[in-house]
């Protein structure tokens, strides 16, 4: 995460947004957010990305991989 915060300081606000669920089937973590929780846990489609990994941090940086593509950070 320092990485994300020299970048961008506004990156740290945005961290308490997201949610991390580990799935024991697939075995890997999903990072997505707060607002997307409802779809993700019910297998709706999702109105943000979700980034996929098998850590944590691995999730987080496909996250913020994803968004920056779209625009949003």
Request: hydrophobic share 25%; aromatic share 16%; proline share 3%.
């Amino acid at each position: 995460m320092d990485r994300l915060l020299e970048v961008n300081p506004e990156a740290g606000k945005k961290l308490y947004s997201l949610l991390f669920h580990y799935n024991c089937y697939k075995e890997k973590w999903a990072c997505f957010r707060n607002e997307d929780k409802v779809n993700y846990f019910n297998g709706s489609d999702s109105l943000y990305p979700i980034g996929t990994g098998e850590t944590t941090k691995e999730s987080y940086d496909d996250y913020f991989e994803k968004t920056d593509n779209l625009g949003e950070n």
